[in-house]
């Protein structure tokens, strides 16, 4: 009798341990094992029993037949990887650096045991015409929660009641009274299986576009064909993108396919979910962050055993363990979000393509301002880029205002609102309309620019912003480059040079002052802290409870809001001045969306952009929403730059309890790379963010046209790592970054 071998991956996250051990397989086991199993094996020099996983079977011993140890035992209840993860797994690994354990784990679903939850529905217990009538009369009174909540029982019998606090912003009062005029029930009932119940078969057929209905016949036409392509459907909120993916994922479940539609959290609405669960009932579900880890793991479940045809999810939808996934859909595909921020740092957009080519599916992107990468992938061929022009419902496109500060300065206006967004507020609070007004920070920017030129600080190497650190001095996160902050601008000689600094909470002071008794609502980082609160927020505005919406990024994301007819940016700079490659992008992005939320609803919107670089492309081209005009110059000094999607660009970066040890590795990892690989390097220097939780942080770059070398670069790095004895200092990579670290 032959003996059989396992290649097994210990449950242990270590760099020295990540490869397969071999282990015998006992008699006993012959014929029960495959290919992603969990097992307990004897490990290491007390034989400490282990969980590991099973890579690979076969019948050649690799090392001493005597001293190989024997598998003890199946781990029951761990759920069977199939081989396809594994292989997903694999790629992970070796696209993006990481432990075999860590992508296995990012893989898998975590196993847990499933809590049942007490869900409460809210069920009508009047007809639809009563319901019509009531609606009618709260129109009327103004009564602007109730009219949404009855807008919704018009719509189908029962509304989960989390939805109706939550996204639909209808306080308990609300409900309660309603439940006592008999108007409606609140029911409890412990389920853990679908968050959000509504028949099937409610969604009216539209009658596609014939732009619409051009990408859905040549999607699913490829796919009967043999051949599923990627494709990028470019186009702006309203134009129907929603809509096409419920046709195609359609198609996709007729031919007996699965399908997973990613969608950033922040952007899934209950009116999407809804379009979704009218269409396909109980065979879709939803991820989301408020599901309990054991509710998650049902989901797969359920997934595996083909209960469900459809997932909605962020990018770990991406893993549901579908046995045969025919489409895979990534709505609003340039948002960050898609990017994991722990190791492995994977993109869900790369892994899509790899999770598609194992399963032989299409992929569907869109975007109304798509990342670079997408967009240059389309031009270069390799996705198949549809343009969808018009809003489908009505609306026209803001005028925009481009409001420039230097010149307020000059003329003496030091208030941090120009004369025009005074003006235009004045006007709206006076007629009752809604204000947006935007600060588009994000997350750290300590850049340094004059307020009477316009002038900003930059690297000469590497051509982005500079950052202030303590000490005065100004800092270059990618090559290390510094030099002392100067007291009078290089480009003018004002001494109006400084950081940029203004807050939401200090904004919101300042229009107190000028509008007294304007009502005011405040949305950031501080604000929404606790869970659900981000709901809160956007539903008290949306019922008219203040004027003025005060925000991050965050408000300009998703949410529709009628009232609003004017939208002010604050400073345009703020987001072109954070230190990366990528500024001028995301600029261009928030500020189209953000010009994109006035005159929604049936009154005409201006929005107004305040900036110390009016001329500056992603400015004018965002103002504008010409999003071709900002490709062509963005993609420009992407190629000469070296910056990804013309090259493509790997971050290391060191993190150590000690800032020497720290700083140490990071320029002897940085200089054996140079050395070994014949290619420059940028940095070492220390992240933009040098020290979180006392763990310092360094980081250099390696830029290559080839992402092949970048991970050749990267098994270099780690044989070296492996070969250290570290003692605490870690090592993590990130390729093609979307953030600073
Ligand atoms: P997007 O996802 O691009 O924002 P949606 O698919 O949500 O666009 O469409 C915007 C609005 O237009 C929705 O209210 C949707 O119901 C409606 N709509 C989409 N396609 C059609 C169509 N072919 N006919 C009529 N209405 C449509
Ligand atoms: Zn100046
Ligand atoms: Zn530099």
């Given amino acids: 009798m032959r003996e059989l071998y396992a290649d097994i991956i210990i449950d242990i996250s270590h760099e020295k341990l990540d490869r397969p051990f071999q282990y015998r397989v006992p008699q006993a086991l012959t014929g029960k094992l495959e290919t992603g199993m969990c097992v307990a094996v004897p490990f290491g020099a007390g034989n400490r029993l282990r969980k590991g996983y099973i890579i690979g079977l076969g019948d050649v011993c690799k090392y001493d037949p005597e001293r190989t140890k024997e598998i003890e035992g199946i781990v029951r209840g761990e759920s069977v990887v199939e081989e396809r993860q594994i292989a997903l797994a ?66 189908q019998e029962t509304i989960p009641y989390e939805w109706v606090t939550g996204k639909l912003g209808v306080s308990a009062q609300t409900v309660n009274g309603l439940e ?126 083909g209960e469900i045809d459809v997932i909605i999810g962020p990018r770990s939808a991406l893993f549901t363990p579908f046995p045969d996934i025919g489409l895979i859909v990534m709505d609003e595909e340039h948002e960050g979000s898609y990017k994991s921020e722990s190791s492995p740092k994977y993109h869900a957009r790369e892994v899509a393509g790899e999770v598609a080519r194992l399963h032989g599916a299409s992929v569907v992107l869109g975007s109304a301002t798509p990342s670079l990468e997408a967009y240059y992938r389309a031009r270069s061929g390799i996705y198949k880029l549809f343009t969808l022009g018009e809003r489908l419902t009505g609306g026209s496109l803001p005028k925009v205002y481009i409001e420039d500060l230097r010149r307020e300065l000059q003329e003496g206006n030091r208030s941090i609102f120009s004369r025009r967004l005074q003006t235009l507020l004045a006007e709206r609070l006076e007629r009752g309309e809604q204000v947006i007004l935007f ?19 930059k690297c000469p190497h590497c051509d982005v912003s500079l950052s202030e650190h303590r000490g005065g001095r100004l800092l270059c996160h990618y090559c290390g480059y510094s030099e002392p902050k100067p007291a009078h601008c290089p480009g003018c000689g004002s001494p109006y040079i400084s950081g940029f600094k203004a807050g939401t909470q200090q904004i919101e002071e300042k229009l107190k002052e000028m509008y007294p008794g304007v009502r005011t609502l405040r949305m950031d980082g501080d604000t929404t802290r606790t869970k659900g609160s981000y709901e809160q927020i956007l539903a008290a505005f949306g019922n008219r409870e203040a004027d003025v919406l005060i925000g991050t990024q965050m408000i300009v994301k998703g949410h529709d809001f009628p009232g609003v007819t004017l939208v002010g940016v604050l400073a345009a700079d703020l987001s072109l001045g954070v230190g990366d490659y990528r500024a001028g992008e995301r600029t261009f992005q928030l500020l189209t969306q953000a010009v994109g939320r006035a005159g929604r609803g049936d009154l005409p919107g201006e929005a107004v952009i305040q900036t110390y670089q009016p001329e500056h492309y992603a400015v004018t081209y965002a103002a504008a929403q010409d999003y071709g005009g900002f490709y062509s110059e963005e993609i420009l000094f992407r190629e000469m730059m070296g910056y990804p999607p013309a090259a493509h660009m790997m971050a290391v970066q060191v ?58 670069i990267k098994d ?26």
């Fill in 90 to 155: 694999a790629w992970i690994r070796k696209n993006y650096g990481s432990t075999m354990i860590q992508a296995l784990k990012t893989v898998l679903p975590a196993r847990q045991t499933v809590k049942k939850l007490e869900r409460r529905t809210i069920r009508r217990l009047l007809g639809r015409e009563e319901i019509l009538s009531l609606l009618g009369e709260s129109r009327r009174k103004k009564q602007v929660a109730k009219e949404r909540l009855l807008e919704e029982m018009a719509g």
């Fill in 180 to 305: 006592r005029a008999g108007v409606l029930r609140v029911e409890s009932s412990l389920s853990f299986r679908n968050p959000v119940k509504v028949q099937s078969g409610q969604e009216k057929e539209k009658i596609l576009s014939k732009a619409q209905g051009q990408v859905v016949e040549e999607v699913l036409s490829d796919f009967d064909g043999g051949h599923p392509g990627t494709y990028l459907l470019h186009g702006i909120t309203g134009s129907g993108k929603t809509e096409v993916y419920i046709r195609l994922v359609q198609g996709i479940v007729k031919r007996g396919r699965q399908a997973v539609v990613l969608i950033p959290e922040i952007a899934l609405t209950y009116q999407t979910l809804l379009r979704f669960y009218r269409c396909f009932g109980e065979r879709v579900s939803v991820l989301n962050s408020a599901l309990s880890a054991g509710e998650k793991y049902d989901q797969c479940q359920r997934a595996k055993n």
């Fill in 439 to 457: 600060l588009n920070r994000r997350g750290y920017a300590g850049f340094v620019s004059c307020r009477a030129c316009g002038h900003v600080m």
């Fill in 655 to 712: 993190f150590a309890s000690k800032e020497e040890k720290g700083a140490q590795l990071a320029s002897y990892l940085a200089s054996l790379t140079g050395r070994a690989f014949g290619i420059q390097i940028l940095g070492p220097a220390p992240a933009a963010i040098g020290k979180v939780n006392d763990i310092f942080r360094f980081v250099f770059y390696v830029k290559s046209p080839e992402y092949d070398k970048l991970i050749r």
């Fill in 716 to 741: 270099c790095v780690e044989g070296k790592i492996q070969d250290l004895q570290l003692s605490g200092e870690t090592v993590q990579f990130d390729f093609d970054p979307m953030n600073t670290l």
